[in-house]
């Protein structure tokens, strides 16, 4: 006897199509996929999908939970429900904390919390550097062996290029993952906004899109001289997808992600200096978002990722160019992606594949398959169930969300990790 079945749903197969049908749990994994008329395996548990959308949960990279030092703004009890209601079955957390996560110990640290607090998979990045100060890497291969999946300073870009080939010469040797940022900081440092007119008009400090051409264009260089295993977290600028198609044309072990933010919202949306609004990179242009997005689809932009930062209110109701950048997402994730796929930019499985498949492939995970064998994380929602976003709602600690107000679709159901339910839609 299986321990669940869920019947009568629209299966989402991020690597092949949406059909209807059947998937059997046992032991925390899936241990059949009916699509045909074939009889149901009988079960402890069953439920009736009502045919909705059975996908594979969510793998999210980059996720800023804020232990250890600022748990007032996010911790894994708070963040892992979040996830869950967002459906998110596993988090890959950034060392953006304070301290950094730069050796075994912290790193151990937040292993044991996320274990005794977070209902969903909890996969932690390490510091590249040192205090991610960009001077000295860190113990790669002792942070490896306690359990760090990837490597990153995050939004503070290595700017001595000895120590970042040393660093990268050295993940090679050991088969890690560096997720880079690719950004000039010097042509960054101090921006708001996107320069252009709107940035003009607002006042507001401006950067170039060409930074984060030249900043990819430097990380691509170094890893063509090392051999290193690569991934650009966020590409967001037109300008950064043609040395991005090169470099994969030419072999190199590279991917690259962008996060929701910059698919569904573009610089006019800062209007009268909306402070939730500010992430970094900043807003693009309605005419780089369109090229992100046709990017995901065709293939060349591997993973979305939420890029979930949350922020205190303090920290954002200042002026826009003093307040802090960053917006949770771990809830908004993919009712924000259902704009992708109601505007026909993207559909399901390449949504699912970029969500899900590509960020558990490029991690080495087993998880992000609708396949007999694969862990039975799964989400059911209804990408069409219309809703207001109302941020005093989020499950997260910190509520800046740029989405509060605005009307949105597509509704988690439930959310299953190893086949147990962790969420459940009232």
């Not at 790193?107 to 100060?133: C, D, H, S, W, Y």
């Not at 309605?286 to 979930?308: K, P």
């Not at 809830?331 to 796929?341: D, H, Q, S």
Request: negative net charge; glycine residues 8%; hydrophobic residues 45%.
């Amino acid at each position: 006897m299986m321990d669940l079945l869920l019947k009568n749903a629209k299966l989402l197969d991020p690597e092949g199509s949406v059909t209807t049908g059947a998937l059997a749990v046992a032991d925390g994994r899936i241990s059949a996929i009916i699509t045909d008329d074939s009889p149901l395996p009988e079960a402890a548990q069953v439920i009736d999908c009502n045919r909705k959308h059975l996908a594979p949960g969510i793998v999210d990279i980059g996720v800023n939970v804020c232990e250890p030092g600022e748990r007032h703004k996010e911790s894994f009890g708070s963040a892992g429900l979040a996830a869950a209601a967002g459906g998110v079955t596993t988090m890959v957390t950034r060392p953006d904390t304070d301290p950094a996560i730069d050796n075994p110990e912290t790193l151990e640290f937040v292993i044991r919390r996320a274990r005794e607090a977070a209902p969903v998979n909890v996969l932690p990045m390490a510091a590249l550097t040192k205090g991610r100060q960009g001077r000295e890497m860190t113990e790669i291969g002792f942070l490896l062996d306690a359990g760090a999946v990837a490597f990153t300073d995050c939004d503070r870009v290595v700017t001595d290029s000895k120590v970042f080939a040393r660093a990268l010469s050295y993940a090679r040797s050991l088969g890690a993952l560096v997720l880079g940022h690719p950004q000039d900081p010097g042509l960054s440092s101090g921006a708001a906004a996107t320069a252009g007119k709107f940035a003009s008009l607002r006042g507001l400090p401006a950067v170039s899109p060409m930074a984060e051409r030249m900043g990819l264009d430097r990380d691509i260089a170094m890893v063509e001289m090392t051999g290193a295993r690569y991934h650009a977290d966020q590409i967001t600028a037109a300008r950064a997808l043609p040395p991005l198609e090169r470099a994969k044309g030419n072999g190199f072990d590279i991917t690259a992600g962008t996060s929701i933010h910059h698919l569904t919202l573009n610089a006019l949306d800062v209007a009268d200096y909306r402070t939730f609004f500010k992430i970094k990179p900043p807003l693009r242009d309605e005419e780089d978002r369109i090229a992100i997005a046709e990017a995901v689809q065709s293939g060349l932009i591997d993973i979305i990722s939420s890029m979930h930062t949350p922020q205190d209110e303090e920290s954002k109701r200042l002026p826009f160019e003093a307040a802090a950048s960053g917006a949770v997402a771990l809830e908004t994730l993919l009712p924000a992606a259902m704009r992708l796929f109601h505007a026909n930019l993207i559909d399901l499985p390449t949504l699912w594949r970029a969500m899900s498949l590509n960020p558990a492939r490029r991690l080495g995970l087993d998880c992000g398959r609708m396949t007999a064998g694969a862990p039975a994380d799964l989400v059911l929602f209804d990408p069409h169930a219309p809703f207001v976003m109302d941020r005093a709602t989020l499950q997260s600690k910190s509520r800046n969300t740029p989405f509060d107000g605005a009307r949105m679709q597509g509704k988690v159901l439930e959310t299953f990790v190893a086949g147990r339910s962790v969420y459940k839609k009232d």
